[in-house]
């Protein structure tokens, strides 16, 4: 007997591939990349079977999309006459007020004015990154690269390798290692330091789902919309769903330029608070001279 409920399938990502060679699949060990028969049809086997997929994907195509429409903006808006402070032109105009917004608001006021400089080019291509694979999900037979997971954590890994970089360079590795105790005493460190550690891989971890659930559930939500009118077969039903629909797009593209500027916004945080963490152990050095030569001067001078 055939059942009275509807199935939805909603994939969390595409398994479409734009360009798909046997070459591509990497066995991991003999016989794991074989094509088999499932009840969808003929698949390859995953990276759980054995089989590393370096297929080009849909969400990959858009990524390299996202790139090249990146590097055409700066190409056709950026200012290349260094003689000319003042941009000109609509487009011009609103770069100049994105790239100013994220040297002002995200890099220095989150890093400070001495370091904050150093990272405004990552930060920027982060931000833009972000906000033209989040703009093409909106465009029909488009897809959403930020949806995919593997995509968000690939650029949460990228901040996390700046965020240990900024961390290091600001404390020296000694200094940076010496933070992993948190400062207690040695007979706690045992407790403190996989602590530690595990605040570490919990920022990279919070941007990866920040950014992957937030793109994902708006376009569930759309989905679910329009799919109502398929699903109820009554011309009634588009009177309702196409208005909502429409109002989760306009709120879809607000949501494009907010997870862009919270996931830089957020990239800065953390990397300001490894350079942080540098300038204290620095100060801690000062406060506690007694371990130099100027500590015997001051008993001297004392004297």
Same mark, same amino acid.
């Given at each position: ?114 370091? +904050? ?8 291509? @982060? ?9 093409? /999900? ?32 600001? *404390? +020296? ?25 595990? /605040? ?10 920040? !950014? ?14 329009? +799919? ?21 797009? !306009?709120?879809? !593209? ?20 490894? @350079? ?8 801690? +050095?000062?406060?506690?001279?007694? *371990? ?12």
């Amino acid at each position: 007997m055939d059942s009275p409920y509807l199935e939805i399938e909603v994939p969390l990502s595409s398994p479409i591939h734009a360009f798909d060679f046997p070459q591509w699949h990497v066995p991991l060990k003999a016989g794991a990349c074989a094509p088999r028969m499932t009840e969808h049809g003929e698949e390859i086997p995953g990276l759980m079977d054995g089989c590393l997929d370096l297929s080009i994907t849909k969400h990959t195509v858009m990524m390299w999309l996202a790139a090249l429409l990146l590097m055409a903006t700066l190409f056709i808006w950026g200012n290349r006459d260094k003689t000319k402070l003042v941009p000109r032109g609509a487009g011009a105009n609103i770069l100049e007020m994105l790239v100013l917004f994220v040297r002002d608001e995200l890099a220095i006021k989150n890093i400070g004015k001495e370091e +904050g400089p150093r990272y405004v080019p990552f930060l920027l291509t @982060v931000f833009f990154f972000i906000l033209f694979m989040n703009m093409l /999900g909106m465009v029909p037979w488009m897809a959403t690269a930020t949806g995919n997971l593997a995509v968000t954590m690939a650029l949460a890994l990228c901040t996390f390798v700046i965020t240990q970089v900024a961390g290091i360079r600001a *404390a +020296g590795l000694g200094g940076y290692l010496k933070h992993l105790t948190g400062g207690v005493a040695p007979w706690l460190w045992p407790i403190m330091v996989p602590v530690e550690v595990l /605040g570490l891989f919990t920022k990279p971890f919070a941007l990866t789902m920040r !950014l992957f659930a937030n793109m994902l559930a708006g376009h569930i939500v759309y989905f679910f919309l329009l +799919g109502l009118i398929f699903l109820l077969g009554h011309p009634a039903v588009a009177a309702v769903s196409v208005p909502f629909a429409f109002a989760i797009f !306009l709120l879809e !593209l607000f949501v494009a330029f907010v997870q862009a500027y919270v996931f830089a916004m957020l990239s800065a945080l953390f990397i300001g608070m490894s @350079v942080a963490m540098g300038h204290h152990h620095d100060d801690h +050095g000062h406060d506690h001279p007694e *371990a130099g030569p100027s500590h015997d001067q001051g008993k001297a001078h004392h004297a």
